[in-house]
């Protein structure tokens, strides 16, 4: 995890939903790909959650937004003193059925891992589904665990009763029925038996939950017009044939991140080149040169479109979505552009004050762990980060609303 020394998470005196925001955040910093070496990471999230509300990058398929209810509706039906057990346990049922029903790169969590995997379905779709309005309960998934856990004696005096009601509701104060939304009926077979392939009424539930949610998204347009046969194949959510006719302000929200997609792309190509020359690496210096060149050519073709872009206007929209954007990200990002557009179809790999732009954030992001500063740091840790341009989830985005629309056409029905 890529911090100063000197950052530090404190608890102050918060509601339980502020603090459960707080320990969300810590733990979409370990999904893969949220972490960067020039730190933008908060302005790309905040994108992404602008466009994509819900999600993440370690999201597969839509149907999980309703595995994880009906898991959790069972746990809670069927007091335990160790209901996270039991809730793995369904998981584990479930990834089975889901091998079984699709088999490999089709998204199902844990296949490879089993039993050891890190990150288990209901924490990757928790935050998800709050913000969806499918889940009720506002705390974090460690106090909803601890509120459904009973000891051992309580369990003794309520055996016979949960001998005659097979997975029963309990209405108590610790464990109310206002949990979930009205969701969509549990099938009798799950989890034994279960696929990704959503019914109508599954897939008209989750549209509208987002629609209802976040109504001016560009996720909502796309499920409210998009259809299945282009909710696939596109490589940017710009791409998309629905962004020509979103909302101005979903359009305003796609023409910032294309912008920002493109120029923040060569600082990460420079910092590769830095780094592949600092490590005599020639074959992918020269790689990495051939890219700075091909994007060079990409901004110069967009000259126009960045020599007007209203930069203030993004600011105010990611400002106002995301306080906690840092002013030394803002400032990088505005001075590489700066940089950028003042050799604009020129060649920059051999720009001084770019290099030192570069190198200067890396340094003050981790310090003597800075490997284009440090030789120590270039030994002990290998390999390139991820060059291409931003997409902001969209690959998880596109995936998640094609489960949906592919259910909603009428020939599924």
């Given amino acids: 995890m890529n911090v100063t020394a000197n950052s530090t ?7 339980e939903q502020e603090r459960s925001t707080v320990l969300e955040l810590v733990s979409a910093l370990n999904e893969p790909g949220t972490l960067d070496e020039l730190g933008i990471g908060t302005i790309r999230d905040t994108f992404a959650d602008a466009l994509f509300p819900g999600t993440s990058t370690i999201q597969t398929r839509a149907r999980y937004f309703l595995f994880i209810p009906w898991i959790l509706q069972m ?21 089975n059925a889901l091998d079984r029903a699709h088999g490999a790169s089709e998204g199902v969590i844990g296949r490879e891992a089993g039993a050891a995997l890190q990150r288990w ?10 913000r969806w309005g499918i889940r009720r309960y506002p705390g974090p998934l460690s106090s909803y665990f601890t509120r459904l856990r009973r000891p051992t004696s309580w369990l003794t005096l309520t055996q016979a009763i949960e001998e ?18 009205d969701i969509p009926k549990v099938p009798e077979d799950f989890p034994d038996e279960a696929t990704f392939d959503l019914t109508t009424e599954e897939a008209q539930f989750l549209s509208e939950q987002v629609v209802l949610s976040h109504p001016h998204t560009y996720l909502a347009h796309l499920l409210k017009f998009g259809d299945a046969a282009n909710s696939n194949g596109s490589d940017f959510p710009w791409q998309h044939p629905a962004a020509r006719t979103s909302l101005p302000g979903v359009q305003a929200w796609l023409d910032d991140a294309r912008l920002f997609s493109l120029v923040h792309q060569g600082a990460t190509l420079l910092y590769n080149h830095t780094l592949a020359n600092l490590s005599e690496d020639e074959d992918r210096a020269e790689a990495f040169a051939d ?11 967009s000259a126009s479109d960045l020599e007007h872009w209203d930069r203030a206007g993004m600011w105010g929209r990611l400002m106002i979505a995301n306080p906690r954007i840092r002013a030394s990200a803002r400032d990088f990002t505005d001075r590489w552009y700066r940089l950028a557009m003042s050799r604009i179809g020129e060649s920059i790999e051999n720009y001084t004050e770019a290099r030192a732009l570069i190198r ?40 998640i609303t094609h489960d949906i629309l592919i259910a909603l056409e009428p020939a599924h029905a």
């Fill in 164 to 181: 005659q009601v097979e997975e029963r509701h309990y209405e108590s104060p610790d464990n109310p029925r206002g949990n979930w939304a």
């Fill in 121 to 130: 379905p209901i924490s990757i779709y928790w935050l998800g589904l709050y």
């Fill in 9 to 15: 998470l404190s608890w102050l005196d918060s509601s």
């Fill in 360 to 399: 200067n954030r890396e340094h003050a992001l981790k310090g003597q762990r800075s490997r284009l500063t440090y030789a120590d740091a270039r030994h002990n840790r290998q390999g390139y980060p991820i060059s291409g341009r931003l997409q902001f989830r969209w690959p998880q985005a596109q995936r």
């Fill in 75 to 95: 746990v809670e039906g069927r007091p335990t003193p160790d209901p996270e057990r039991r809730a793995r346990q369904l998981q584990l049922q479930l990834c």
């Fill in 291 to 301: 890219r700075l060149d091909d994007w060079s050519g990409a901004m110069a073709s």
